[in-house]
């Protein structure tokens, strides 16, 4: 079975502080995602990674940064959090870089910002 | 621009008849398409997938139908039981992308008994 997990289930942080959500696989995948989820807005892409030390923007980077320093596990970070960063954030993996694989994700982290 | 599109953002259905979720794409480049399933508070769990060079994919009482012309894939669970209740996501990979999914904004199942 593949797992993936996530630091933290739910987080409350304050404005202007720098936020570290992680995420570890089990299964050697190569590519690594990070989502958040909003109401009426589905998935979106924030930044993904396919090789460690490696990574691309995904749709809505800004305010984001990530860390992949090894295979299983990859952060994302929240410089200085926001109140519009407030959200379910979701990491997902899978197995190689082309077209056909399925990604499996984590539980989510859902992320209040005061 | 959306090249990922489930237009009804909800559907109720009863128990027992069927459920048919809809998507549509703009990109003639995808190649692989998928459905997951979300219940509130956790993942979205991987459900079916369908690859361009077939037009049906079916697992117990999950199918999905692809009609490449119309750009169109549907997910028809019969029959649809309570436990379907949850939200589901369209998704669609491009052909020689980097494993990137591109998903619509969900379709919000609600089965009644």
């Known amino acids: 079975d593949v797992k993936v997990t996530q630091s933290s289930r739910y987080l409350v942080k304050r404005t202007g502080e720098k936020v570290f959500l992680e995420c570890v696989q089990d299964?050697?995948?190569?590519?690594m995602f990070w989502y958040r989820q909003d109401p009426g807005l589905g998935l979106r892409l924030i930044y993904f990674?396919?090789?460690?030390?490696?990574?691309e923007k995904g749709d809505i980077p800004e305010g984001y940064s990530v860390s992949r320093e090894k295979k299983e596990r990859f952060s994302l970070i929240l410089e200085s959090a926001s109140t519009n960063q407030t959200s379910m954030y979701l990491c997902?993996?899978?197995?190689?870089?082309?077209?056909?694989?399925?990604?499996?994700f984590g539980p989510g982290t859902r992320l209040t910002v005061l | 621009d959306q090249q990922v599109k489930q237009n009804s953002p909800s559907l109720s259905v009863q128990e027992g008849r069927i459920s048919i979720l809809n998507c549509d794409y703009t990109?003639?480049?995808?190649?692989?398409f998928l459905w997951y399933k979300k219940y509130p508070a956790e993942g979205p769990t991987f459900l079916i997938s369908?690859?361009?060079?077939?037009d049906k994919n079916e697992d117990g009482r999950f199918t999905v139908f692809l009609n490449k012309s119309a750009k169109h894939l549907s997910l028809h669970i019969v029959p649809s039981q309570p436990g379907d209740s949850a939200v589901y996501f369209c998704?669609?990979?491009?052909?020689?992308?980097?494993?990137?999914?591109?998903f619509g904004k969900g379709t919000k199942l609600s089965v009644k008994p």
């Open positions: 997902a993996s899978s197995s190689s870089g082309f077209s056909t694989d399925t990604q499996y």
């Open positions: 299964m050697d995948h190569e590519n």
């Open positions: 990674s396919y090789d460690v030390k490696m990574k």
């Open positions: 990109n003639s480049m995808f190649d692989y």
């Open positions: 369908i690859s361009s060079i077939k």
């Open positions: 998704a669609a990979s491009p052909s020689k992308g980097k494993g990137n999914l591109i």
